[in-house]
């Protein structure tokens, strides 16, 4: 025996794959074939990812420039004995290094939920019988049963098929259940459109039929997807990538001052173990101790706002991401849409009425789209056309904690809806119209028809409802608004139905007649002779948050694409009243979006598609493959994409994306084990608000970086002057620490709490080949830390002369002057900390206390620094001692001149931006 790929048998007949598998369609397999399949396939589960153990991935937590600096710095104070200012900087790497770690997700997680979707039990025919067996168990050649209401157990190739229809949303995307059948189809036909396939996983709503399993586990379409999903890259974030780059270049820089530094002074003949000193302490004061906290700590905030606007972060960097977000590739159905059918136009009459609300609820409202129309309530022909759709129906709607559900086919959850918004209660009119007899939908046929009682006549109603050929080829007569019978004029309602498919609604035809009395049961030869009540046209809705979110993120410069499995035509109606359009074209909610189609995406190359990608605005008709190629190639074009979606055929690219949006309450586990964010409300309008967090989140890492590398600049830069001029050290290593360590948390991190500003979301994205900072930010950072030296090694040097004037020895001339130069570091950082609020304006336009932890923060600060001065034990500790006020106003000066210099540098930009506005000065400017 040899097993085909998927890829061919629906283009061959049942008959011959049932050869081709070895297999009797009436007995199945035997036994002893049944164990020579059994041990060649294995049993029918997805294989879960090799992943990294929980050892590696800890260790590859410290796998990080940044981190590496750091872990020297420890090594170094360790080897100087500062065993406590060695154990806080390594506590500050495993802290960060444990955070990540919880924070991480495996793709082995994401497989390991695709496994329990496929697990099920099935009703397979071997040696003859029928039996119930588990899923897992089945193998190709086995024939199954498949009834309304299972799950699909394997893949399957159809060879006996009566009226079913499968729900195959999760892994295509097509809104509703598909009609399925026996017939051969075409060869490159594409996954959607393989009526005579059932695929694992998907969900039997409707009628039976009999199948052929010919792919198990890792085989079948889903297992595909599970290979797809661990095949996406695990890109880095946009902040990781800058943070990396940034360290790898404080690295060099680092280590290249303190090896100048060493030569210099052992060129001028200071003694090596000084000058080795000297470039610890230059080493020690460049590294930004506090960064990697700094990053965890704005993240996590970030991550507690977005969980308040219902946004689940489940990878910490997930928070930055989305605020570089350059383009967000939306999934339709779920997603977009409510995915729920509903009736949005209604022909009856010679009236065209527009249905208004969402979903299977009773709210909204019906009218005319002319104001020549009469109402609803005055044209008969509309309101049979809704009765029409309410009792020739086998479903029911019902409401499950505050949301209305169908309980069967969504087609006629949208037809009971449209009835309910005109007054036409189920329960109410089935009772006053009891149904007698029905014949159920079949595939054959193309209609459903349903027999009742007449409400105030002995005759009996017959309402049939179905696809336009079916029904309109047996009517003869058509009912006006006065509910007089008129000849069918075909070519108007023809004119209807091409006026709804444009709109990519899905229409269905309603009609009737009237049966005799005493009529007790119906078949096919009784429907004939019918009168035309109308039309009814239906498409899964665009969420109406959608519209205003997806016109948001194109405010903010966020392109947002539709990429879907469903229709073309019906994805490109949706688009349009969304909103969608593509990047650099010239359409309108009117004209509609570019749409490209899984066939000709397939027909591009590489090259081509990165350029077409970002340009089309919706892609239609795509399998897992090409939605993770399409994310691919707008990554190739150098964008920051965003890709949302619930489906199981959404995961690998949800994994691929730079974040993964998954839907919380009606996605897969799958799609939200891929993700790196989850939607607790299934509102693609929470994306805006992730946005605008994410945006707010890198404005308050951009504004630490500027606040504290000043501090570690001008640090080096007095040691540096220290040595060229022959000078003792300003400060020392472990005063260096100090100052770091607990600035870095009592200032700098007041920033991760800073309010988001109020333009933030009037911005375009970030370039993402921007560096983290920008030259005006460099030149300020450059500007402040020049204050420090000259602030620091001029107070020091005064404070030299003055112990010298009290007559104090070496040591405590040294140590009095070194509290100075601390302190003037530290209160400089104070003051500067107001600067950096905002990057480009003043505190004051901010709100002065509108970021109360500032000032808790400076306040607690200023404390510690009072006791670093005058407190004994501290004095003992970090080498310090009291100072006098004729220190401390030297060193207020010295900060308040640093807050009006900064302030006044950000005043002129501001100025000049206003009175030359063609000149655009970029945030951070």
Same mark, same amino acid.
């Given at each position: ?289 506090? $960064?990697? +906290? ?11 706002? *977005?969980? %308040? &606007? @219902?946004? !689940? ?101 949208? $037809?009971? +809806? ?11 009119? *089935?009772? %006053? &119209? @009891?149904? !007698? ?489």
């Amino acid at each position: 025996m040899e097993v085909l790929g998927g890829e061919h048998l629906h283009s061959l007949p049942a008959d011959e794959v049932l050869e081709l598998l070895g297999t009797d369609p009436e007995a199945g397999l035997d036994i002893l074939e049944l164990e020579t399949r059994q041990a060649r396939f294995g049993p029918n589960l997805i294989p879960a990812a090799r992943g990294h153990g929980p050892l590696l991935r800890f260790l590859l937590q410290f796998h990080t420039p940044l981190v590496y600096i750091l872990l020297a710095a420890a090594a170094i104070t360790a080897v100087l004995h500062e065993w406590v200012d060695s154990g806080v900087i390594f506590g500050v790497v495993l802290v960060n290094a444990v955070i990540g770690f919880l924070q991480e997700s495996s793709a082995a997680k994401a497989l390991a939920a695709l496994a329990q979707t496929t697990l099920t039990e099935a009703s397979v025919f071997r040696s003859g019988e029928m039996r119930r067996i588990s899923s897992t168990e089945l193998v190709p050649g086995d024939i199954v049963l498949l009834q309304s209401g299972d799950k699909v157990p394997a893949d399957l190739r159809l060879f006996r098929c009566r009226d079913l229809q499968v729900d195959e949303s999760a892994l295509t995307g097509e809104s509703v259940a598909v009609n399925k059948h026996v017939d051969v189809v075409a060869a490159d036909a594409p996954l959607a459109e393989r009526r005579n396939l059932a695929f694992t996983s998907t969900l039997v709503t409707f009628g039976q039929a009999r199948g052929v399993v010919f792919a198990t586990g890792a085989n079948t379409e889903v297992g595909h997807i599970s290979k797809l999903i661990s095949t996406a890259d695990v890109l880095e974030t946009p902040l990781t990538r800058k943070i990396a780059k940034f360290s790898r270049l404080l690295l060099v820089v680092i280590l290249g001052l303190a090896g100048i530094t060493f030569l210099v002074g052992w060129i001028r003949g200071q003694p090596a173990f000084e000058m080795f000193m000297a470039a610890v302490a230059l080493a020690v004061g460049a590294i930004p101790e506090g $960064l990697p +906290a700094a990053v965890t700590i704005t993240l996590s905030i970030g991550v507690a706002r *977005m969980a %308040r &606007r @219902r946004a !689940i972060i489940r990878k910490l960097p997930a928070v930055e991401t989305l605020g570089s977000t350059t383009i967000v590739c939306s999934d339709k159905t779920g997603t977009l849409t409510v995915n729920q059918m509903t009736v949005s136009e209604i022909a009856a009459g010679g009236t065209r009425y527009e249905v208004s609300g969402s979903g299977y609820g009773p709210d909204g409202e019906i009218g005319a789209t002319s104001e020549h129309g009469p109402p609803l309530v005055e044209n008969t022909a509309a309101s049979e056309c809704l009765l029409a759709g309410l009792l020739c129906n086998d479903s029911a709607v019902v409401e499950k904690a505050g949301r209305w559900e169908v309980q069967g086919d969504p087609t006629e959850g949208a $037809l009971i +809806a449209s009835a309910a918004k005109a007054g036409f209660g189920h329960k109410t009119w *089935m009772t %006053r &119209r @009891r149904r !007698i007899d029905v014949i159920p939908f079949e595939s054959q046929y193309q209609y459903m028809a349903s027999l009742h009682e007449g409400e105030s006549t002995p005759q009996k109603r017959l309402y049939v409802k179905g696809a336009a050929e079916a029904v309109l080829s047996k009517s003869l007569t058509m009912l006006d608004a006065q509910g007089q019978r008129l000849p069918l004029d075909a070519a108007v309602v023809q004119r209807q139905l091409e006026s709804m498919a444009a709109k990519g609604l899905r229409v269905l035809v309603l009609a009737s007649a009237d049966l005799p009395g005493d009529t007790r049961s119906i078949n096919h030869a009784d429907v004939r002779e019918l009168t035309f009540l109308g039309l009814q046209g239906m498409i899964d809705p665009p969420r109406p948050e959608a519209i205003r979110a997806v016109e948001a993120c194109q405010s903010a410069g966020i392109h947002v694409k539709m990429i879907t499995g469903d229709h073309a035509l019906t994805a490109q109606a949706i688009a349009r009243q969304i909103g969608v359009n593509g990047r650099g074209d010239d359409a309108t909610r009117s004209e509609g979006p570019l749409v490209l189609t899984g066939r000709e995406l397939a027909e591009l190359s590489d090259a081509e598609l990165i350029g077409t990608a970002d340009q089309v605005g919706v892609f239609a008709r795509v399998t897992p493959e090409q939605k993770l190629r399409l994310v691919r190639a707008l990554q190739a074009g150098g964008q920051i994409v965003a890709m949302t979606g619930d489906g199981v055929n959404d995961a690998p690219a949800l994994k691929q994306a730079d974040i993964g949006v998954a839907m919380g309450v009606t996605g897969t586990e799958v799609a939200k084990e891929a993700a790196d964010m989850v939607l607790t409300d299934d509102n693609f309008a929470t994306i805006e608000a992730a946005v605008e967090e994410g945006r707010g989140v890198f404005d308050n890492l951009t504004k630490f970086i500027v606040w504290t590398l000043p501090t570690n600049m001008g640090e080096g830069l007095v040691i540096l002057a220290a040595i060229f001029t022959g000078a003792t050290l300003p400060i020392l290593p472990v005063q260096i620490l100090w100052i770091n360590m607990t600035t870095a948390v009592l200032l700098g991190l007041m920033l991760a709490f800073e309010p988001k500003e109020t333009d933030i979301m009037q911005r375009p994205p970030r370039d993402p080949g921007a560096p983290i900072l920008t030259g005006v930010l460099i030149g300020r950072i450059l500007l402040v830390s020049l204050i420090m030296l000259a602030g620091a090694f001029g107070s020091f040097d005064w404070a030299l002369g003055k112990g010298a004037e009290w007559g104090l020895d070496k040591a405590a001339s040294d140590a009095h002057a070194r509290t100075v130069a601390v302190n003037v570091f530290v209160m400089v950082e104070v003051f500067y900390l107001f600067n950096c609020r905002s990057l480009t304006k003043s505190m004051f336009q901010l709100g002065v206390f509108s970021n109360l932890w500032v000032w808790a923060g400076a306040g607690s600060m200023v404390t510690l620094q009072l006791l670093f001065t005058y407190s004994p034990f501290m004095n003992r500790f970090f080498h310090s001692e009291p100072i006098g006020w004729d220190a401390w106003w030297r060193i207020l000066l010295t900060a308040l001149m640093t807050y009006l210099i900064v302030g006044l540098e950000k005043w002129i930009r501001r100025k000049w931006a206003f009175r030359y506005p063609g000149i655009r000065v970029k945030h951070g400017a």
